[in-house]
């Protein structure tokens, strides 16, 4: 899968924050949402970015940490699904 990402990037309440666009390429299926922002994280890093935040913790839909919002709805398309348990076929 080929996807492209909006994300709001904002240093801290006090910045003004903007909309950045990333392109998260050859992405399984199978791959967690959370699992793909590492893969995109790896490659900001690489390019000498500051990597995409997100709060997370069991990565096991369990704790509830993951919550984000996935084109305009919490936690994305799968109803009662975490962040973390929402595979990327789900797309």
């Not at 990037?9 to 791959?31: C, F, L, V």
């Not at 995409?52 to 096991?60: G, L, N, P």
């Not at 984000?68 to 799968?78: F, L, Q, R």
Request: with cysteine; aromatic share 6%; net charge negative.
């Amino acid at each position: 899968m080929n996807l492209k990402l909006l994300v709001w990037r904002q240093s801290s309440g006090k910045d003004k924050g903007e909309m950045t666009t990333y392109q998260a390429n050859d992405i399984s299926p199978d791959m967690s949402f959370l699992e793909m922002l590492d893969v995109v994280n790896e490659n900001i890093i690489r390019d000498g970015g500051e990597p995409i935040a997100f709060e997370h913790d069991c990565r096991e839909g369990i704790c509830g940490s993951c919550g984000v919002m996935i084109n305009g709805v919490a936690h994305g398309p799968d109803e009662g699904t975490a962040a973390c348990q929402l595979h990327m076929r789900s797309f």
